[in-house]
Structure formats: C-alpha cells, structure tokens
Antibody, heavy 122, light 107 residues
Framework: QVQLVQSGTEVKKPGASVKVSCTAS????????MHWVRQAPGQGLEWMGR????????NCAQKFQGRVTMTRDTSISTAYMELSGLTSDDTAIYYC???????????????WGQGTLVTVSS | EIVLTQSPVTLSLSPGERATLSCRAS??????LAWYQQKPGQAPRLLIY???NRATGIPGRFSGSGSGTDFTLSISSLEPEDFAVYYC?????????FGGGTKVEIK
C-alpha cells in the first residue's frame, strides 16, 4: 500500500533552517507530485508547495518563496522540504502528501505522511 | 487568493443524526473542491474530490454536492468515528487553499 514516512520531531532556534524528509513506498515515486502542507498548533491547513519528483520542478506558495526549498532523491524515494529563516510563527506540524493523479497531477492530497512537528523556540 | 469560509465552526450532533457542513468560496472554483477529515493526532484523510466523488474506501454515508461558490458535505447518519474536524480545499487557482475547518462534536 502507498505509505509516506516522515522524519522525526525537530526543535530549532529562530533564524535557523529545518529540513524535513518524506520517504515514499508502495508506488512509483517519480510518477506523482509530492505536496507539502503545514498546520500550526490548533489551527487549519496551509499549502506550501509541491515538487515533481521526476523533473525536480517545483511550485511554491508566494508566502514561502525565497524561504522554502523542495528537493528529492529518487534513489531512495525521498522528498525533502527545507525552510529557512525560522520564526516562532513557523512552529507547526509539516505534512507531505502525495498527489493521487500520476504524471500531470490534480492537486488533491492522498495519502498524507504522519507529520513532523517543528518547534521554533529560543 | 481564493478564500474558503466554512460554517458552522462547530457542529454538535448525536450519533445517528445527519450532519450538513458548508464551504463557501470567495470566487468560483467550478467543481474543483475536496473535503478532508482530520481526527485528533492524525493526518487529514481525503474524503471527497471534485465536489461529489468519494475517494477510495470512503463509506457511502459521506456525500458532497455543489459547484461554483457553494458546497456541502453531508454525513447521512453519524457514526462514532465520524466526530472529527472537516476541511474543504480548492484546486481551481494557485495557491491551493483550505477552509478554516468545521469541528463535528458529540452533543
């Protein structure tokens, strides 16, 4: 079955960067876009961007442009999201989520990884 | 950016009752709307896509309707496992956006 497994909890200081990984199994990694969505404590969901694991091409919400870098390593079916210039407002659970439509994508999210808690605190 | 407004914020119902959740878009999203369910401590799960299509494995008591700016998620008869937070999401226009969520709680 399709499974996304994310890296563990991170604690970072303001101004630092964090890199979250998402390892896929159960399907052809390069065949589906991977999205990143975050959720601040007790809050709603916020789409950050997506990566085409085949080409490496990315699309990013304007809010995060210049601060987020999405990459992938196809040899280990893993996508990465790095966020720089962290502030307390970046404290959130970060999810990866697969686009269910192969190749072209459809911009729904199914399934999701288990989430990675990133806490930014001095 | 398309803003999705969900109502009510909280819905208090008993098991067996019907739940009706609303999602309104600030501009037309055609039928490009999805619904997700999130239980405490878990990642969201896709329920409905393209406004009215159930995702794989989703029970028939969940249904979606609407187009343009007004959408509804209905749960015909609430099961204990249905008490959760529900989010709508549009894919009509970048950036992809979510509504603020509706919590369905046990009355």
């Amino acid at each position: 079955q399709v499974q996304l497994v994310q890296s563990g909890t991170e604690v970072k200081k303001p101004g630092a960067s964090v890199k979250v990984s998402c390892t896929a199994s159960g399907y052809t990694f390069t065949g589906h876009y991977m999205h990143w969505v975050r959720q601040a404590p007790g809050q709603g969901l916020e789409w950050m961007g997506r990566i085409n694991p085949n080409s490496g091409g990315t699309n990013c919400a304007q809010k995060f442009q210049g601060r987020v870098t999405m990459t992938r390593d196809t040899s280990i079916s893993t996508a990465y999201m790095e966020l720089s210039g962290l502030t307390s407002d970046d404290t959130a659970i970060y999810y990866c989520a697969r686009d269910p439509k192969p190749v072209a994508g459809i911009n729904w999210f199914d399934p999701w990884g288990q989430g990675t808690l990133v806490t930014v605190s001095s | 950016e398309i803003v999705l407004t969900q109502s009510p914020v909280t819905l208090s119902l008993s098991p067996g009752e019907r739940a009706t959740l609303s999602c309104r878009a600030s501009q037309s999203v055609s039928s490009y709307l999805a619904w997700y369910q999130q239980k405490p401590g878990q990642a969201p799960r896709l329920l409905i896509y393209d406004a009215s299509n159930r995702a794989t494995g989703i029970p028939g008591r969940f249904s979606g309707s609407g187009s343009g700016t007004d959408f509804t998620l209905s749960i015909s008869s609430l099961e204990p496992e249905d008490f959760a937070v529900y989010y709508c999401q549009q894919r009509s226009t970048w950036p992809l956006t979510f509504g603020g969520g509706t919590k369905v709680e046990i009355k």
